[in-house]
Protein backbone atom coordinates (compact mmCIF):
# COMPACT_ATOMS: atom_id res chain seq x y z
CA UNK A 1 0.00 0.00 0.00
CA UNK A 2 1.02 3.40 -0.90
CA UNK A 3 -0.02 6.41 0.37
CA UNK A 4 0.77 10.27 -0.34
CA UNK A 5 1.02 12.96 2.43
CA UNK A 6 0.36 16.03 -0.05
CA UNK A 7 1.47 19.80 1.65
CA UNK A 8 2.51 22.78 -0.50
CA UNK A 9 5.22 22.60 -2.27
CA UNK A 10 5.97 19.15 -1.08
CA UNK A 11 4.68 15.61 -1.51
CA UNK A 12 6.12 12.64 -0.31
CA UNK A 13 5.31 8.50 -0.19
CA UNK A 14 4.40 6.66 2.86
CA UNK A 15 4.93 3.05 2.10
CA UNK A 16 3.13 0.19 3.65
CA UNK A 17 4.81 -3.34 2.40
CA UNK A 18 6.09 -6.38 3.80
CA UNK A 19 9.86 -6.99 3.46
CA UNK A 20 10.07 -3.58 1.69
CA UNK A 21 13.32 -3.16 3.60
CA UNK A 22 15.13 -5.87 1.75
CA UNK A 23 14.19 -3.47 -1.74
CA UNK A 24 15.68 0.01 -0.32
CA UNK A 25 16.69 0.85 -4.41
CA UNK A 26 13.02 0.66 -4.99
CA UNK A 27 12.30 3.48 -2.92
CA UNK A 28 15.10 5.85 -2.35
CA UNK A 29 18.33 6.60 -3.70
CA UNK A 30 20.65 4.04 -2.21
CA UNK A 31 23.84 5.94 -4.12
CA UNK A 32 23.62 8.77 -1.83
CA UNK A 33 25.85 9.90 0.82
CA UNK A 34 24.04 8.60 3.96
CA UNK A 35 24.26 8.76 7.43
CA UNK A 36 22.39 5.53 9.12
CA UNK A 37 20.90 6.51 12.48
CA UNK A 38 19.53 3.63 14.97
CA UNK A 39 19.96 2.65 18.72
CA UNK A 40 21.36 -0.01 20.59
CA UNK A 41 18.64 -1.74 20.86
CA UNK A 42 17.61 -2.48 17.34
CA UNK A 43 18.42 -6.29 16.00
CA UNK A 44 21.56 -6.32 13.99
CA UNK A 45 19.95 -8.37 11.59
CA UNK A 46 18.05 -5.13 10.20
CA UNK A 47 21.21 -2.60 10.36
CA UNK A 48 23.22 -5.37 8.25
CA UNK A 49 20.05 -5.37 5.99
CA UNK A 50 20.07 -1.38 5.32
CA UNK A 51 23.68 -0.91 5.18
CA UNK A 52 24.29 -3.47 2.96
CA UNK A 53 22.09 -1.58 0.28
CA UNK A 54 23.98 1.73 0.76
CA UNK A 55 26.67 2.47 -1.26
CA UNK A 56 27.57 5.33 0.77
CA UNK A 57 27.21 4.86 4.32
CA UNK A 58 28.10 5.43 7.57
CA UNK A 59 26.56 4.98 10.97
CA UNK A 60 25.36 6.44 14.32
CA UNK A 61 24.14 4.29 16.93
CA UNK A 62 23.21 5.70 20.64
CA UNK A 63 21.69 4.63 23.97
CA UNK A 64 18.41 2.97 23.42
CA UNK A 65 16.04 5.03 25.51
CA UNK A 66 14.28 8.37 26.11
CA UNK A 67 16.90 9.27 27.78
CA UNK A 68 19.32 9.75 25.41
CA UNK A 69 16.91 12.10 23.25
CA UNK A 70 19.00 14.95 24.21
CA UNK A 71 21.48 17.97 23.52
CA UNK A 72 24.64 16.18 24.17
CA UNK A 73 23.52 13.08 21.60
CA UNK A 74 22.35 15.39 18.85
CA UNK A 75 25.80 16.84 19.49
CA UNK A 76 27.48 13.52 18.62
CA UNK A 77 25.09 13.11 15.66
CA UNK A 78 26.20 16.59 14.17
CA UNK A 79 29.89 15.82 14.63
CA UNK A 80 29.94 12.75 13.35
CA UNK A 81 27.49 13.85 10.45
CA UNK A 82 30.11 16.60 9.55
CA UNK A 83 33.31 14.20 10.36
CA UNK A 84 31.98 11.76 7.58
CA UNK A 85 31.64 15.11 5.38
CA UNK A 86 28.04 15.15 4.74
CA UNK A 87 27.41 17.66 2.58
CA UNK A 88 23.39 19.52 1.44
CA UNK A 89 23.22 16.50 -0.81
CA UNK A 90 23.38 13.79 1.79
CA UNK A 91 20.93 12.13 3.55
CA UNK A 92 19.70 10.74 6.94
CA UNK A 93 17.82 7.62 7.63
CA UNK A 94 16.40 6.68 10.96
CA UNK A 95 16.29 2.78 11.81
CA UNK A 96 13.87 2.64 14.55
CA UNK A 97 11.27 3.96 16.72
CA UNK A 98 10.09 7.19 17.85
CA UNK A 99 13.29 8.80 19.52
CA UNK A 100 15.28 7.08 16.75
CA UNK A 101 12.74 9.02 14.27
CA UNK A 102 12.56 12.49 16.24
CA UNK A 103 16.76 12.90 16.60
CA UNK A 104 17.69 11.89 13.32
CA UNK A 105 14.80 14.25 11.78
CA UNK A 106 15.95 16.91 14.25
CA UNK A 107 19.83 16.21 13.05
CA UNK A 108 18.06 16.51 9.31
CA UNK A 109 16.46 19.52 9.96
CA UNK A 110 19.40 21.73 11.38
CA UNK A 111 22.56 20.10 9.59
CA UNK A 112 23.57 22.73 7.07
CA UNK A 113 20.14 24.25 7.75
CA UNK A 114 18.50 20.88 6.50
CA UNK A 115 19.37 18.07 4.43
CA UNK A 116 17.29 15.17 3.23
CA UNK A 117 15.31 12.66 6.02
CA UNK A 118 13.95 9.35 5.39
CA UNK A 119 12.20 7.63 8.19
CA UNK A 120 12.30 3.04 8.67
CA UNK A 121 9.83 3.43 11.40
CA UNK A 122 10.45 -0.24 13.12
CA UNK A 123 7.85 0.06 16.57
CA UNK A 124 4.65 0.35 16.43
CA UNK A 125 4.61 3.37 18.03
CA UNK A 126 6.68 5.09 15.21
CA UNK A 127 5.13 3.46 12.43
CA UNK A 128 1.24 4.35 13.50
CA UNK A 129 2.14 8.19 14.75
CA UNK A 130 5.42 9.45 14.69
CA UNK A 131 7.18 8.53 11.71
CA UNK A 132 4.47 10.52 9.86
CA UNK A 133 3.96 14.35 9.69
CA UNK A 134 7.27 15.94 10.16
CA UNK A 135 7.60 16.90 13.62
CA UNK A 136 11.39 16.06 14.57
CA UNK A 137 12.49 17.45 18.46
CA UNK A 138 14.83 16.33 21.44
CA UNK A 139 14.27 16.76 24.87
CA UNK A 140 15.48 19.29 27.34
CA UNK A 141 16.23 17.68 30.91
CA UNK A 142 12.58 16.32 31.84
CA UNK A 143 10.60 18.70 29.65
CA UNK A 144 9.86 16.53 26.74
CA UNK A 145 10.00 17.52 22.74
CA UNK A 146 10.59 21.21 23.59
CA UNK A 147 13.68 21.62 21.16
CA UNK A 148 12.71 21.02 17.80
CA UNK A 149 11.72 21.93 14.05
CA UNK A 150 8.78 20.90 11.47
CA UNK A 151 10.88 18.86 8.74
CA UNK A 152 8.80 16.69 6.82
CA UNK A 153 10.78 13.17 5.64
CA UNK A 154 11.50 12.52 1.38
CA UNK A 155 9.84 9.12 2.32
CA UNK A 156 8.44 6.70 4.77
CA UNK A 157 9.45 3.04 4.65
CA UNK A 158 7.11 0.92 6.92
CA UNK A 159 7.68 -3.06 6.93
CA UNK A 160 5.51 -4.73 9.25
CA UNK A 161 8.16 -7.67 8.94
CA UNK A 162 10.36 -5.71 11.43
CA UNK A 163 7.71 -6.19 14.35
CA UNK A 164 8.64 -9.92 14.26
CA UNK A 165 11.71 -9.13 16.61
CA UNK A 166 9.91 -6.62 18.48
CA UNK A 167 8.69 -7.17 21.86
CA UNK A 168 5.60 -7.72 22.87
CA UNK A 169 5.60 -4.83 25.31
CA UNK A 170 6.41 -2.37 22.63
CA UNK A 171 3.84 -3.65 20.38
CA UNK A 172 1.23 -2.73 22.68
CA UNK A 173 2.04 0.45 23.82
CA UNK A 174 2.36 1.41 20.39
CA UNK A 175 -0.96 0.33 19.49
CA UNK A 176 -2.36 3.13 22.34
CA UNK A 177 -1.16 5.98 19.64
CA UNK A 178 -3.78 4.15 17.07
CA UNK A 179 -6.33 3.94 19.32
CA UNK A 180 -5.83 7.93 20.25
CA UNK A 181 -6.45 8.24 16.80
CA UNK A 182 -9.77 6.32 16.42
CA UNK A 183 -11.05 8.01 19.73
CA UNK A 184 -10.40 11.24 17.84
CA UNK A 185 -11.65 10.66 14.23
CA UNK A 186 -12.88 6.91 13.92
CA UNK A 187 -15.55 5.06 15.76
CA UNK A 188 -15.15 1.71 13.56
CA UNK A 189 -10.72 2.18 14.00
CA UNK A 190 -12.11 1.44 18.39
CA UNK A 191 -14.04 -1.51 17.53
CA UNK A 192 -11.12 -2.69 15.71
CA UNK A 193 -9.47 -3.10 18.95
CA UNK A 194 -12.63 -5.30 20.35
CA UNK A 195 -12.30 -7.47 17.58
CA UNK A 196 -11.02 -11.32 19.26
CA UNK A 197 -7.99 -10.62 16.56
CA UNK A 198 -6.03 -7.36 15.88
CA UNK A 199 -5.17 -6.89 12.24
CA UNK A 200 -2.32 -5.17 13.06
CA UNK A 201 -1.81 -3.75 9.14
CA UNK A 202 -5.26 -2.52 8.87
CA UNK A 203 -4.62 -0.90 12.36
CA UNK A 204 -1.44 0.88 10.96
CA UNK A 205 -2.48 1.65 7.76
CA UNK A 206 -5.54 3.46 8.96
CA UNK A 207 -3.54 5.14 11.61
CA UNK A 208 -1.41 6.17 9.16
CA UNK A 209 -4.27 7.48 6.52
CA UNK A 210 -5.85 9.44 9.43
CA UNK A 211 -2.61 11.36 10.36
CA UNK A 212 -2.31 12.00 6.95
CA UNK A 213 -5.24 13.64 6.29
CA UNK A 214 -4.90 15.73 9.30
CA UNK A 215 -1.28 17.13 8.33
CA UNK A 216 -2.29 17.89 5.26
CA UNK A 217 -5.08 20.08 6.57
CA UNK A 218 -2.82 21.58 9.40
CA UNK A 219 0.92 21.16 8.96
CA UNK A 220 2.19 22.97 11.49
CA UNK A 221 0.08 22.60 14.41
CA UNK A 222 -2.44 25.88 14.39
CA UNK A 223 -5.77 24.18 14.59
CA UNK A 224 -6.63 20.81 13.74
CA UNK A 225 -3.65 19.09 13.86
CA UNK A 226 -3.26 20.38 17.97
CA UNK A 227 -6.01 17.40 18.66
CA UNK A 228 -3.54 15.00 18.41
CA UNK A 229 -2.07 15.80 21.30
CA UNK A 230 -5.02 14.03 23.18
CA UNK A 231 -3.59 12.22 26.01
CA UNK A 232 -0.48 13.92 25.67
CA UNK A 233 -0.81 17.06 28.09
CA UNK A 234 -0.80 14.62 31.34
CA UNK A 235 0.61 11.76 29.52
CA UNK A 236 4.23 13.65 29.31
CA UNK A 237 3.73 14.90 32.86
CA UNK A 238 3.71 11.69 33.88
CA UNK A 239 6.34 10.09 31.52
CA UNK A 240 8.57 12.88 32.79
CA UNK A 241 8.00 12.43 36.06
CA UNK A 242 10.05 9.12 36.21
CA UNK A 243 14.05 10.09 36.25
CA UNK A 244 14.59 6.33 34.99
CA UNK A 245 12.11 6.21 32.40
CA UNK A 246 9.90 3.11 34.54
CA UNK A 247 7.10 3.89 31.90
CA UNK A 248 7.11 3.75 27.97
CA UNK A 249 5.55 6.68 25.91
CA UNK A 250 2.58 4.91 24.64
CA UNK A 251 2.01 3.63 28.55
CA UNK A 252 1.88 7.02 29.79
CA UNK A 253 -0.36 8.64 26.94
CA UNK A 254 -2.78 5.35 27.75
CA UNK A 255 -3.37 6.94 31.54
CA UNK A 256 -3.20 10.21 29.88
CA UNK A 257 -6.12 9.86 27.73
CA UNK A 258 -8.62 8.52 29.98
CA UNK A 259 -8.54 11.88 32.26
CA UNK A 260 -9.86 13.72 29.18
CA UNK A 261 -12.53 10.85 28.48
CA UNK A 262 -15.64 12.58 29.49
CA UNK A 263 -17.94 9.66 28.68
CA UNK A 264 -18.32 6.85 31.65
CA UNK A 265 -19.56 4.16 29.21
CA UNK A 266 -16.60 5.00 26.97
CA UNK A 267 -13.97 4.65 29.57
CA UNK A 268 -15.11 1.48 30.75
CA UNK A 269 -14.82 0.42 26.96
CA UNK A 270 -11.22 1.77 26.83
CA UNK A 271 -10.34 0.41 29.95
CA UNK A 272 -11.09 -2.63 28.72
CA UNK A 273 -9.06 -2.24 26.09
CA UNK A 274 -5.94 -1.30 27.27
CA UNK A 275 -6.41 -4.33 30.07
CA UNK A 276 -6.35 -6.50 26.71
CA UNK A 277 -3.02 -4.91 25.95
CA UNK A 278 -1.26 -5.23 29.45
CA UNK A 279 -1.18 -1.63 29.56
CA UNK A 280 -0.31 -0.89 33.22
CA UNK A 281 -1.99 1.05 35.42
CA UNK A 282 0.27 4.34 36.28
CA UNK A 283 -0.66 5.69 39.51
CA UNK A 284 2.72 6.08 41.27
CA UNK A 285 4.11 9.03 39.74
CA UNK A 286 5.25 12.29 41.67
CA UNK A 287 2.03 14.75 41.64
CA UNK A 288 3.81 17.62 42.20
CA UNK A 289 7.17 17.05 39.54
CA UNK A 290 4.23 16.00 37.16
CA UNK A 291 1.95 19.19 37.76
CA UNK A 292 5.06 21.37 37.27
CA UNK A 293 6.20 19.61 33.98
CA UNK A 294 2.45 19.98 32.49
CA UNK A 295 2.46 23.67 33.76
CA UNK A 296 5.69 23.99 31.47
CA UNK A 297 4.41 21.74 28.45
CA UNK A 298 4.92 23.59 24.85
CA UNK A 299 1.31 23.49 24.30
CA UNK A 300 0.92 25.80 27.14
CA UNK A 301 0.14 29.56 26.83
CA UNK A 302 -0.91 32.78 28.85
CA UNK A 303 -4.22 31.47 29.21
CA UNK A 304 -3.65 28.45 29.78
CA UNK A 305 -3.13 24.91 28.39
CA UNK A 306 -5.60 24.48 25.59
CA UNK A 307 -6.89 20.10 26.59
CA UNK A 308 -8.43 17.39 23.81
CA UNK A 309 -11.60 16.11 24.99
CA UNK A 310 -13.51 12.97 23.91
CA UNK A 311 -16.89 12.37 24.75
CA UNK A 312 -17.70 9.83 21.60
CA UNK A 313 -15.68 7.67 19.71
CA UNK A 314 -14.42 9.93 16.86
CA UNK A 315 -15.82 13.43 18.50
CA UNK A 316 -13.30 15.83 20.02
CA UNK A 317 -13.21 19.48 21.22
CA UNK A 318 -10.84 21.60 22.50
CA UNK A 319 -10.83 23.24 26.30
CA UNK A 320 -7.93 25.73 27.79
CA UNK A 321 -7.72 24.56 31.48
CA UNK A 322 -5.63 26.26 33.98
CA UNK A 323 -3.07 24.34 36.09
CA UNK A 324 -5.30 24.54 38.42
CA UNK A 325 -7.76 23.16 36.41
CA UNK A 326 -5.33 20.28 35.38
CA UNK A 327 -3.84 19.49 38.95
CA UNK A 328 -7.52 18.57 39.93
CA UNK A 329 -8.30 16.11 37.23
CA UNK A 330 -4.57 14.74 37.85
CA UNK A 331 -6.29 13.94 41.16
CA UNK A 332 -8.95 11.79 39.69
CA UNK A 333 -8.06 8.00 40.55
CA UNK A 334 -8.85 7.42 36.93
CA UNK A 335 -8.34 3.39 37.10
CA UNK A 336 -11.09 3.00 40.43
CA UNK A 337 -13.62 4.82 39.14
CA UNK A 338 -13.95 3.54 35.73
CA UNK A 339 -12.74 0.14 35.83
CA UNK A 340 -16.07 -2.69 35.06
Known amino acids: MKLTVSLPGLSYPVWIEKDCLSHLADK ?171 DFVKIIARSIDLKRIVVEQDEKESNLRKSLNFGHTIGHGIEGSFANHDYLHGECVAAGLLYFLTDPTLRKRVLNILNRLDTPQIDNFDFDLASSLIANDKKGNESGIDCVFVDKPGHFYFQTLTPTQIDALLKEDIYEKHVR
Open 28 to 198: LDTQKKTMLVYDSGIPTKWVDLVTDQLADVSCFCFEQGEGSKNIKTYEHLLITMSNAKLNRKSQVIALGGGVTGDLAGFAAATYMRGIDFINLPTTVLAQVDSSVGGKTAIDLGPIKNIVGAFWQPKAVLIDPHVLETLDVRQIHAGLVEALKMGLLFDADLVADFEQEQL
